[in-house]
């Protein structure tokens, strides 16, 4: 199984909303992302976990929220949105993030993304 | 300021014609660079990782090139097909020693291949 699966696949939520955002994976991975991606334009890094850690934050408002309740799950709960956040939202995985000497543990398994409508 | 541009931004090729994708970044100190496809409104797929030791890899139809001195990867496509029409993303990740920075992405090139 070299899949990351994310749901839901589209949200479309009010500015006053609570959602989240699910991804999980089986690969026994040890390293999960969460990435922002607005149209035609690459993704932006917002957080890592790493062995269930947040490791890093870049800077993201505190209206995302991210959780890993275990190493194969990782969640993004949002709240009071604004319509600017819309954008497709990734989640990876990769083998480990701290110890990347390797091609083996380096290589990102990306999710299909849910598309983020705010209205 | 470490950067990665990918240029053309979108390039339109035959059915059967060999093409190359160019990506260049501007800190040679780099760690590795990956070339993703993403198709619209979906996840990036990895297509081929270079480590800085690697001068080029091999999956396929594809080849990816590495030249840390002038900056540059190629990726190149042979006997191109409409299925491989996407946007097609390098990726570099940064560092020296032990430690390594994010991953920074170019803007992409997006590839469509005509009947």
């Known amino acids: 199984d070299t899949e990351v699966t994310q749901t839901p696949k589209h949200l479309v939520m009010g500015m006053t909303n609570k959602k989240s955002l699910k991804c999980e994976q089986h690969?026994?991975?040890?390293?999960m992302y969460w990435y922002k991606q607005k149209a035609k334009k690459p993704p932006e890094l917002m957080f890592v976990y790493s062995y269930e850690k947040l490791s890093i934050n870049e800077s993201v408002p505190s209206r995302f929220s991210p959780e890993c309740p275990n190493s194969s799950l990782l969640n993004l709960h949002l709240h009071a949105l604004q319509p600017e956040d819309s954008a497709l939202y990734l989640c990876?995985?990769?083998?480990?993030?701290?110890?990347?000497?390797?091609?083996?543990?380096?290589?990102?398994?990306f999710g299909s993304g849910t598309q983020l409508s705010v209205l | 300021k470490q950067e990665v541009t990918q240029i053309p931004a979108a390039l339109s090729v035959p059915e059967g014609e060999n093409l190359v994708l160019n990506c260049s970044f501007t800190d040679s100190a780099i760690y590795n660079l990956q070339w993703f496809r993403q198709d619209p409104g979906k996840g990036l797929t990895s297509l081929l990782l270079i480590q800085s030791s690697q001068r080029e890899q091999t999956s396929g139809r594809l080849n990816a090139s590495l030249d840390k001195s002038s900056g540059r990867s190629t990726l190149y496509i042979a006997a191109s097909q409409p299925g491989d029409s996407a946007t097609y993303l390098c990726a570099v990740r940064y560092g020296r020693g032990g430690t390594a920075s994010k991953l920074t992405f170019g803007t992409g090139t997006r590839l469509q291949v005509t009947l």
């Open positions: 690969m026994g991975h040890r390293a």
């Open positions: 990876a995985s990769s083998r480990d993030y701290l110890r990347i000497r390797t091609a083996t543990n380096e290589k990102l398994f």
